[in-house]
C-alpha cells in the first residue's frame, strides 16, 4: 500500500532544503564560462578609451599584429566593413561594439586583440597606437541640456540634442488640483547615485564557431540565453536553430549580465572569422567602467499632504543619466522603466510623473542591479519623500505611512500612477517590525542620549514593488513578450529533468524548483534535476531578473507538473481499473474514493508510462507549459535600521536592523532568508560606502575594489527577520518575488536612519553614499550634501 508523502519531508514547499548546487560550488567544482577550455581555443583582449569624449584620428594596429601569437586585430573599421561597428541595444538605441568615429565615455572598447594567450593579446592591445582629440566631457544631466553643450550623439541622424526621450504617466490634471487643495507641500531632490552589480565573476564569453556544421555555440555570462539567441539572430543572419547560447553556472549576476556587451559580439564575430573558438573573459576593472551601471537618477519630488498627514498627491521629475548608450534591459513601453510603481502601497488620489532622459559622457547603463527595473530609485525615492514629509508635519514616521498604507480590504488596488495590486497586509508587517525593534523604548532612548549629546536615528522603509514581468500584454523587450516557461520530463524509475527558460545565477533555482516539482506531485525533491541556461535543451523564456523567475519560470513549474499529473491520473485510473471520476490524489499517490487503501504511487504511474499505458494513451510523460502571468506579483517589506552616528566624525554605525517581508508564500524559507540578507547587505552598501563617480574630464572614479567598497562580514551589521504570509492571489502556489526586495526597499531605511538623528539640524538631504565626511559636512555647516558628479579630485 502506498502512502501520503509528507511534504517536508521530501523536500517540497516550505522545506528549507539545503542548496543543492551548493555540494559543487563549496567543491571548487562550478563550472563558469572560464573553466571552459576549447581544443585550438584562442584568447580576446579588449583596448579601452583612457579618455571621455574624444575624436578618434587614427588608431595604428601594425606594432600589434607583429607580435607573435597575434591572430586577429580587430577596429571600428574593419566591424564596419561587416556592419558590426554597431549593433542595437535593448532599449532601441544603437550602441558602438568598437569606436569608429569618437569615443563617448572612458573605458569604451576601442580595438581588440585574439591571441594565443591572454597575455600576448593584452600586451598586444598596449602595442596599439591610438590618436585622440579630445572633446568637452558631459557628466551630468544639467551639463546634457546646457546651451552650447557638446552633441554626443552624432552619429545619429535625428539627434540634435543630447535628450534620449521625455516621457510621462499619470494624471496631470488631478495632481494640480491636488496640490490646490494642500494644507502644505513638501519637497526634496535627491540624486540616486551610479552604483555597480559587481558580481564576483564578471562578464565573458567563449564564441565556437564551426564552419562544418555551421553551428555557432556561445558560452555566455548571460541572465536570458534565450534574448540573447534571439538577438544573435537577428544581428548576425545566422539561423537561430544554428545558435545555442549556454549559459554555464554564474558568479552572480545581479543585472550586470542582462544587457548584451560589445565583448561578445567581438567574441562571435572572431571565431566567426578565425574558424577557432575566442574566449573572452572581462577584468575587475573592465567590469567596473564598461558594463552594467544602474540608476544614476536625479529627483525633484513633491507630496501634497493634509494636516492630518492625509498625502492628497505626489509630483515627481526624474533625470536619468543613460551614459552614451541607451541600453537599458527593460520593457520597451516604459521609459524610466517602472519607476512609477513609487507610492503603489500608498493610497494616493493623484499622482504625475515626468522623466528625461539624457546621454552623457559615462558608460550606458542605468536598469541593472536588483532593480526589476528601476523600482530599487522608485522605492528610495518614495521612502526618502515620506520621511521628510512626516517631518515637515511633525508626525510620527511610523503613524504618517499607517495613515497613507493601502488597507487590507481595498484590494484590488489601483495605485496612483496606474498598477494594479492585488494583497498584501501592509499595517500587519509594520506592526511586526516597530515590534521587533522596540520601537517606542528606542524614542525614548534617543531622546534621552541626544541630552548627553549622542546622536541615535530609527529610520523606517516600507514598500510593495512589482516584481515578475509580463503579463506579455504590457511587457515586452524588443518585442518579444515577457512570459516564461518549464519542461518536466518524468522517466521510467520516477525520476525526473525539468528544465526552464529562466537562469539562475545565485539563487538556488536547482534547488527550489524542484520543491515545487515535490510540491505538486510529492516526488522527493531529490529525484528532480533542474537544467536551466543551454537555448538548445531548454524552453523558450525570457530568463532571471526583476526577480521574475518565481512569478513566471516558477509558475510554469507548477504548472507543468499539473499536466504531467493529470496524465499521471488517467494511468492511475487504469492500474487501478476505475474510472478517471473515480480517483483521488493525496500528495504523492492516486487512490479510489470509494476504497482509499487501493492506490497507486506517481511513480508506479511513471512507470506503466513507458510500460503498461492504456489502449490508445501517446507513451511517456513529460510536458511543457509557457505562463503568461495575469499580473505581476506585489511583494512587501518592512525593513527598519537604527544607528548611532558620531558628531565628532560623521561616521556612523548601525545598531540594528529589523526586516519584514511577505513575499506570499516561501518555497524555500532559508533560500528566501539568503535573498534578504544579501539584498540588505547591498542596500548598506550603497547607502554607505559605495562610491562610482566621475571628474570633470569624464574620469571613471571607483574603477576598482580599493575604491569601490564592497562590505565584508566585518562591516555587514547583523539582521533580524520576520516574514509575514499573504499569498499571491493569481500564482498557481501563491508565492511573490522576493529577490530584489531587500536591495531595493533596504537604502532607504539606512539613509533615513541617519537623517533622522540629524533632525534639527536643518539637513534635508545627504546623497547616498553617506560617507562620513560627507555627514560631518552636513552636521557642521548644516546644509544639504549632494553626491553628483563631477567630484572634487586632488589634482
Ligand atoms: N523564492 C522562494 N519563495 C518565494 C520567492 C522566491 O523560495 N516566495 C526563492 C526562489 O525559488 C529562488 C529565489 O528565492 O530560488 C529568488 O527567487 P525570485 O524572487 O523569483 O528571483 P529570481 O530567481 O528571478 O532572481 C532574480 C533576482 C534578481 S533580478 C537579482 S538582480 C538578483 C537576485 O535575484 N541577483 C542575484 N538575487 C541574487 N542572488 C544571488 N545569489 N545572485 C544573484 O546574482
Ligand atoms: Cu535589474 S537587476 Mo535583476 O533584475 O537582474
Given at each position: 500500500m502506498t502512502q501520503a508523502k509528507d511534504e517536508i519531508k521530501i523536500g517540497g514547499l516550505g522545506a528549507s532544503r539545503k542548496r543543492v548546487e551548493d555540494n559543487r560550488f563549496i567543491r571548487g567544482k562550478g563550472r563558469y564560462v572560464d573553466d571552459i577550455v576549447l581544443p585550438g581555443m584562442l584568447h580576446m583582449e579588449i583596448l579601452r578609451s583612457p579618455l571621455a569624449h574624444a575624436r578618434i584620428v587614427s588608431i595604428d594596429t601594425s606594432k600589434a599584429w607583429a607580435i607573435p601569437g597575434v591572430r586577429l586585430v580587430l577596429t571600428g573599421e574593419m566591424m564596419a566593413t561587416r556592419n558590426l561597428a554597431w549593433m542595437p541595444t535593448l532599449s532601441y538605441d544603437t550602441q558602438?561594439?568598437?569606436?569608429?568615429?569618437?569615443?563617448?565615455?572612458?573605458?569604451?572598447?576601442?580595438?581588440?586583440?585574439?591571441?594565443?594567450?591572454?597575455?600576448?593579446?593584452?600586451?598586444?592591445?598596449?602595442?596599439?597606437?591610438?590618436?585622440?582629440?579630445?572633446?568637452?566631457?558631459?557628466?551630468?544631466?544639467?551639463?546634457?541640456?546646457a546651451q552650447g553643450a557638446p552633441l554626443i550623439r552624432d552619429d545619429k541622424d535625428n539627434q540634435h540634442d543630447n535628450v534620449i526621450y521625455n516621457w510621462e504617466v499619470g494624471d496631470k490634471e488631478a495632481t494640480d488640483r491636488a496640490f490646490a487643495q494642500a494644507?502644505?507641500?513638501?519637497?526634496?531632490?535627491?540624486?540616486?547615485?551610479?552604483?555597480?552589480?559587481?558580481?564576483?565573476?564578471?562578464?565573458?564569453?567563449?564564441?565556437?564557431?564551426?564552419?562544418?556544421?555551421?553551428?555557432?555555440?556561445?558560452?555566455?555570462?548571460?541572465?536570458?540565453?534565450?534574448?540573447?539567441?534571439?538577438?544573435?539572430?537577428?544581428?548576425?543572419?545566422?539561423?537561430?536553430?544554428?545558435?545555442?547560447?549556454i549559459s554555464p553556472d554564474l558568479g552572480g549576476g545581479f543585472g550586470n549580465k542582462v544587457p548584451i556587451y560589445p565583448g561578445y559580439v567581438m567574441s562571435i564575430l572572431a571565431s566567426i572569422l578565425l574558424e577557432r573558438p575566442v574566449k573572452w573573459i572581462e577584468d575587475k576593472t573592465g567590469n567596473l567602467i564598461s558594463t552594467g551601471f544602474a540608476r544614476d537618477v536625479y529627483l525633484k519630488g513633491e507630496l501634497a499632504l493634509r494636516n492630518d498627514g492625509k498625502i492628497l498627491g505626489v509630483r515627481m521629475h526624474t533625470d536619468a543619466d543613460h551614459g552614451a548608450f541607451f541600453s537599458d534591459a527593460q520593457p520597451s513601453k516604459f521609459k524610466i522603466g517602472l519607476m512609477h510603481s513609487a507610492f503603489s502601497c500608498y493610497d494616493i488620489p493623484a499622482a504625475h510623473l515626468t522623466a528625461q532622459g539624457v546621454y552623457t559622457n559615462k558608460a550606458p547603463g542605468g536598469v541593472a542591479y536588483r532593480c526589476s527595473f528601476r523600482v530599487t530609485e522608485a522605492m528610495y525615492f518614495q521612502e526618502r519623500m515620506v520621511q521628510a514629509a512626516a517631518d515637515d508635519l511633525g508626525m510620527d514616521q511610523a503613524e504618517f505611512r499607517r495613515r497613507n498604507f493601502?488597507?487590507?480590504?481595498?484590494?484590488?488596488?489601483?495605485?496612483?500612477?496606474?498598477?494594479?495590486?492585488?494583497?498584501?497586509?501592509?499595517?500587519?508587517?509594520?506592526?511586526?517590525?516597530?515590534?521587533?525593534?522596540?520601537?517606542?523604548?528606542?524614542?525614548?532612548?534617543?531622546?534621552?542620549?541626544?541630552?548627553?549629546?549622542?546622536?541615535?536615528?530609527?529610520?523606517?522603509?516600507?514598500?510593495?514593488?512589482?516584481?515578475?514581468?509580463?503579463?506579455?500584454?504590457?511587457?515586452?523587450?524588443?518585442?518579444?513578450?515577457?512570459?516564461?516557461?518549464?519542461?518536466?520530463?518524468v522517466h521510467m524509475t520516477g525520476k525526473a529533468i525539468l528544465r526552464t527558460g529562466a537562469k539562475t545565477q545565485g539563487q538556488g533555482h536547482e534547488t527550489t524548483w524542484a520543491q515545487i516539482v515535490a510540491h505538486e506531485l510529492g516526488m522527493p525533491a531529490e529525484d528532480i534535476l533542474v537544467e536551466e541556461g543551454d537555448t538548445d535543451n531548454t524552453p523558450f523564456g525570457l530568463g532571471t531578473y526583476a526577480s521574475r523567475s518565481t512569478p513566471v519560470a516558477g509558475a510554469a513549474v507548477a504548472m507543468v507538473s499539473r499536466k504531467i499529473r493529470a496524465k499521471a491520473r488517467k494511468i492511475a485510473a487504469h492500474l487501478l481499473e476505475v474510472s478517471e471520476e473515480d480517483i483521488e490524489w493525496e500528495l504523492g499517490r492516486f487512490y479510489i474514493r470509494s476504497s482509499p487503501e487501493r492506490g497507486v504511487s506517481i511513480q508506479e504511474c511513471a512507470m506503466a508510462a513507458y510500460s503498461n499505458m492504456p489502449d490508445g494513451m501517446e507513451p511517456g510523460l513529460e510536458n511543457v507549459a509557457y505562463y503568461d502571468p495575469p499580473n505581476l506579483t506585489w511583494p512587501f517589506a518592512c525593513y527598519i535600521a537604527t544607528v548611532e552616528v558620531d558628531p565628532v566624525t560623521g561616521v556612523w554605525d548601525v545598531l540594528r536592523v529589523v526586516a519584514v517581508d511577505d513575499c506570499g508564500v516561501r518555497i524555500n524559507p532559508m533560500v528566501v532568508e539568503g535573498q534578504i540578507m544579501g539584498g540588505l547587505t547591498e542596500a548598506y552598501a550603497m547607502a554607505s560606502m559605495q562610491f562610482i563617480t566621475f571628474d570633470a574630464q569624464g574620469n571613471c572614479v571607483g574603477s576598482n575594489y580599493m575604491d569601490y567598497l564592497l562590505p565584508t562580514a566585518w562591516e555587514t551589521p547583523g539582521y533580524e527577520l520576520h516574514e509575514v504570509v499573504t499569498p499571491c492571489p493569481h500564482h498557481p502556489i501563491g508565492a511573490k518575488g522576493i529577490g530584489e526586495c531587500a536591495t531595493v526597499g533596504g537604502p532607504a531605511a539606512f539613509v533615513n536612519a541617519v537623517m533622522d538623528a540629524l533632525k534639527g539640524t536643518g539637513v534635508r538631504n545627504i546623497d547616498m553614499p553617506l560617507l562620513p565626511d560627507r555627514v560631518y559636512e552636513a552636521l557642521t555647516k548644516r546644509h544639504d550634501v549632494s553626491g553628483a558628479p563631477p567630484v572634487k579630485t586632488d589634482d
Open positions: 558602438a561594439v568598437l569606436a569608429t568615429d569618437k569615443v563617448r565615455f572612458q573605458g569604451q572598447e576601442v580595438a581588440c586583440v585574439v591571441a594565443d594567450d591572454p597575455y600576448i593579446a593584452k600586451d598586444a592591445c598596449e602595442a596599439i597606437v591610438v590618436e585622440y582629440e579630445a572633446l568637452p566631457v558631459i557628466v551630468n544631466p544639467t551639463q546634457a541640456v494644507d502644505r507641500v513638501s519637497k526634496l531632490e535627491l540624486h540616486y547615485p551610479r552604483s555597480h552589480p559587481s558580481p564576483i565573476e564578471c562578464c565573458g564569453s567563449i564564441a565556437d564557431f564551426d564552419r562544418s556544421t555551421s553551428k555557432l555555440t556561445v558560452y555566455m555570462t548571460s541572465q536570458a540565453p534565450h534574448v540573447i539567441r534571439a538577438a544573435v539572430a537577428l544581428v548576425s543572419e545566422l539561423p537561430e536553430h544554428m545558435i545555442r547560447i493601502v488597507r487590507d480590504d481595498d484590494f484590488p488596488h489601483r495605485t496612483p500612477f496606474g498598477f494594479l495590486t492585488d494583497s498584501g497586509q501592509y499595517g500587519k508587517c509594520l506592526d511586526v517590525g516597530l515590534e521587533a525593534i522596540g520601537y517606542a523604548d528606542f524614542l525614548r532612548e534617543k531622546e534621552e542620549a541626544k541630552k548627553r549629546g549622542r546622536l541615535l536615528g530609527i529610520g523606517i522603509s516600507t514598500m510593495t514593488e512589482p516584481l515578475g514581468a509580463g503579463n506579455s500584454r504590457e511587457y515586452d523587450i524588443l518585442g518579444m513578450k515577457m512570459f516564461d516557461s518549464a519542461q518536466l520530463r
